[in-house]
């Protein structure tokens, strides 16, 4: 087959593809104010910029706050609350986080924004929302909320509406890191009774070393440009001045991060993967996410996850989903177009602009916490599950996420066929490069201002099969799934060496094949798999789409030797695919309107 390539598109510089912007990417980040100084009237809401000492993870720190005060609560009329915090990179100061702050206290809610730990103004490491760490501050806050703690300067506030003494009406909003918070305070702090986390990760061993093979224990393939550019932020943050904080000084090594987070970056890095280190980093990154504590978090949850993110994809959200709902935890979710990666679509809720009550999304949000902080029991909160659908206006909405609903069989021809008695015996192969042959997204190329290169596929080192030109237009929603067996006597040899890293790492995708030939990888998304065991079948989960294939157009799924955003096989590594009775592979889509062939 020939070089897959589509449509470039040019890139955010790394800096704000991966720094304050990610607060909530994409919600256009407006400038800072001034009106964050103590007692400053903005309209109707009134800033206050306080401080809080909190001694969490072994060290004393200040976090750094501003409380939005809405006209007209007091003591006697008082008002639910609000708390939210940065995303990566960014502060309370940051366009995202002020327009939150300013945006919920002008429709009636206290709100209290402030500066993660080790940005902004705020003290302590990078702790990657420990539960333990970055919770436990956060509760903190929700004590001030209640009354029953002061700020440094002995602020007390008596205006938030309880529920009980010392328990106060509060939700949580944010994205990304100001997301995946939410939860953490959630799992310590039983008083939150509302979240709205959005566009946050699950399981960080997911999110930046993943492996879609259903075997979680063995490691993925690292993402080693979304990885390496947060450390690079996180490490370059400056120490407030003009007094030096020791609280947020860790090592020379690690400057200010725990060292937890330093260990995963420099195993990752390393490209090894040997049993115990591996073990140790796995356990650590889960301690601090959220499939770590989900069964500890009551807080009726609302999660909003991007379907353009190749960060955190919406395999994320939904296994967050699938988990609360477990758990017995009132949750809904909503796949939104726009993430880490891009594709904001016109009329998407956007916080600066103000547009909660006429998106879809801000109508949800207001919503929820009109249901669980106002307590108006009779409030709609919509569907389990909604979806932006690119091909009509407006939101899918399902009582569940839809399940696989359509076959196929990895014919012997590059062929998808729907008959398994149709499946042609044959064998193909591929090999690896010792560099990346296959590119499908990079986070890195618009900091040197380059746009990023259009997906492609290197002859020689990937397989493709597809379908027959669809009669009809095929509508797919959620994550496929594909059942494959290889042949890789090279991995074969090596793979139980002990060190994970010799194992066979392959790269699948899902393609939208034009009339014309113009490839389009859909959202620019892949699935890494570190492959448990080459002698035996394995299952790989792709990232959820929602994606129209439209009539005349082929479905082509895509087997690669690598990907230029993730670190790859160690050594040559050839692979052969057969197609004969008790080998054929098969993959298996969510399709809810369509027939595959």
């Known amino acids: 087959m020939t070089r897959h390539r589509t449509v470039p598109r040019v890139r955010k510089p790394l800096a704000t593809a991966l720094g304050a912007a990610l607060a909530v990417p994409l919600l256009a980040a407006a400038p800072a104010t001034a009106a964050a100084s103590q007692g400053a009237a903005q309209g109707q809401v009134t800033v206050t910029a306080l401080q809080f000492t909190v001694t969490v993870g072994g060290r004393t720190c200040a976090v750094d706050a501003d409380l939005y005060r809405p006209a007209g609560v007091d003591k006697a009329h008082p008002a639910p609350a609000v708390l939210t915090t940065n995303g990566f990179g960014g502060s309370k100061s940051d366009g995202t986080t002020d327009a939150t702050g300013r945006a919920f206290a002008t429709r009636g809610y206290v709100t209290l924004a402030y500066s993660g730990l080790g940005f902004g103004k705020s003290g302590c490491l990078i702790s990657l929302d420990d539960p333990g760490i970055d919770g436990r501050a956060a509760s903190r806050l929700v004590d001030f909320l209640a009354g029953t703690r002061a700020a440094d300067d002995g602020t007390r506030i008596d205006y938030v509406a309880k529920d009980h003494p010392g328990d106060p009406r509060v939700g949580m909003i944010g994205g990304s890191y100001g997301g995946a918070i939410q939860m953490a305070t959630a799992a310590v702090d039983h008083r939150i009774d509302a979240l709205v986390p959005m566009i946050t990760w699950n399981d960080l061993t997911y999110a930046l070393d993943p492996n879609n093979a259903a075997d979680r224990t063995v490691p993925g393939a690292f993402k080693w440009q979304w990885t390496n550019g ?15 904080d020791p609280s947020r000084w860790g090592s020379l090594g690690c400057v200010h991060f725990v060292p937890g987070a330093c260990d995963t970056i420099g195993l990752l890095n390393s490209g090894s993967y040997p049993a115990a280190a591996t073990a140790a980093m796995q356990r650590y990154a889960r301690s601090v996410s959220p499939v770590g504590y989900l069964d500890r978090i009551e807080a009726p949850t609302l999660l909003i996850q991007g379907q353009t993110d190749t960060l955190f994809n919406l395999n994320e959200a939904t296994a967050t989903y699938n988990a609360l709902r477990d758990n017995g935890t009132t949750t809904k979710m909503i796949w939104q177009s726009w993430g880490h990666s891009g594709g904001q679509a016109p009329g998407e809720l956007n916080m600066t602009q103000g547009n909660l009550e006429t998106s879809y999304t801000g109508q949800r949000i207001l919503a929820w916490f009109d249901r669980y902080l106002r307590k108006q029991k009779n409030t709609d909160t919509g569907p389990a599950f909604a979806y932006y659908r690119d091909w009509q206006s407006g939101y899918g909405e399902a009582a569940k996420v839809p399940p696989l609903t359509q076959k196929v069989y990895l014919s012997g021809d590059g062929k998808l066929v729907g008959d398994r008695a149709k499946v042609a015996r044959g064998s193909r192969a591929y090999t690896n490069w010792l560099v990346p042959t296959s590119h499908s997204e990079s986070s890195l190329a618009g900091s040197i201002g380059l746009p990023d290169p259009a997906p492609y596929d290197a002859a020689g080192t990937f397989l493709g099969w597809d379908t027959d030109p669809l009669k009809a237009p095929v509508d ?6 594909a059942t494959l067996k290889v042949s890789s006597p090279a991995t074969e040899r090596v793979q139980n060496s002990g060190n994970a890293a010799d194992k066979l790492v392959l790269f699948a995708k899902l393609y ?5 030939g113009t490839k389009t990888l859909v959202r620019r998304l892949i699935s890494p798999v570190r492959v448990p065991d080459v002698t035996k079948p394995f299952t790989v989960a792709l990232p959820g789409i929602v994606h129209r294939y439209e009539a005349g157009h082929r479905i082509e799924f895509v087997v690669a030797a690598s990907d230029d955003s ?32």
């Open 566 to 597: 993730y670190l790859g096989n160690k050594g040559i590594k050839p692979v052969t695919v057969v197609s004969a009775p008790g080998e054929t592979g098969t993959l298996q889509l969510p399709v809810i309107r369509g027939k595959l062939n």
């Open 512 to 516: 939208d094949v034009a009339p014309d």
């Open 230 to 244: 947060f450390y690079l932020i996180g490490e370059s943050q400056p120490i407030t001045l003009p007094n030096l």
């Open 476 to 481: 797919v929603v959620g994550s496929a799934k």
